[in-house]
């Protein structure tokens, strides 16, 4: 079956502008999160969606917002951009309803901000 | 979730098996333990979890000792694709909300 699919895969944006990001989760699949991975601060945690309800937030202000559709696919938003937003954006999916499930990442979209 | 210590980094040789260490001495009774990799600017990828069983799967074992304080990944027959960054996570849930990623080991496989 096809994999978790993130659009698109590099972005140039300018400091100031914004920006949206696309997941799409794998078949059957409701639980959706992100992620920004940067050589600093690694991986980390933005939200996770379910049934287009945000269930969980990290860290994170907030100019990154997100949202998850009937179909389950999700975008994340990224507003007034600052140089520090560059970064790999991780999509993960997963099934829901059991404490014994993997995750399933995407291959990542990468920000860059100039 | 239960915090993770592991190597920084590590390397093998090419067909011997790798080994990688875990320590999670904080672990609680309802926790798991999950492995991930991530190659070089690709997403992160599964490889296996477990309770407090010994798990085996196409790509790894996983050991975990009696106390369930720490466990061990091994790639029994480790090739150059392999080289990866290894996380090792400790969580009561699965899927993928707030998944805590550590620093990781880097696995360097030596031709």
């Known amino acids: 079956k096809a994999g978790v699919t993130q659009t698109p895969r590099y972005l140039i944006k300018t400091r100031g502008q914004q920006v949206t990001l696309s997941c799409s989760p794998i078949s059957g699949h409701r639980s959706v999160s992100w992620y920004q991975q940067t050589p600093g601060q690694g991986l980390q945690f933005l939200f996770e969606?379910?049934?287009?309800?945000?269930?969980n937030k990290g860290n994170f202000p907030g100019r990154f917002s997100g949202r998850q559709f009937s179909n389950s696919r999700s975008e994340m938003n990224v507003s007034t951009l600052e140089l520090g937003d560059s970064a790999l954006y991780l999509c993960?999916?997963?099934?829901?309803?059991?404490?014994?499930?993997?995750?399933?990442f995407g291959q990542g979209t990468r920000l860059t901000v100039v | 979730d239960a915090k993770t210590t592991q190597p920084t980094s590590m390397d093998c040789a090419e067909g011997r098996a790798a080994n990688l260490p875990c320590n999670h001495s904080?672990?609680?009774?309802?926790?798991?333990v999950y492995w991930y990799r991530q190659i070089h600017s690709q997403g992160p990828q599964y490889i296996i979890h477990?309770?407090?069983n010994n798990e085996t799967n196409e790509m790894a074992s996983l050991i975990i000792t009696e106390d369930r304080k720490s466990s061990t990944l091994i790639l029994p027959h480790a090739t150059l694709r392999d080289t990866a960054v290894y996380y090792c996570i400790v969580r009561a849930g699965g899927g993928a909300d707030g998944l805590t990623f550590g620093k990781g080991t880097h696995l360097i496989i030596q031709p």
């Open positions: 969606y379910f049934s287009e309800t945000q269930r």
């Open positions: 904080t672990i609680s009774g309802n926790e798991y």
């Open positions: 477990g309770l407090k």
């Open positions: 993960a999916s997963s099934l829901v309803g059991s404490p014994n499930t993997e995750a399933f």
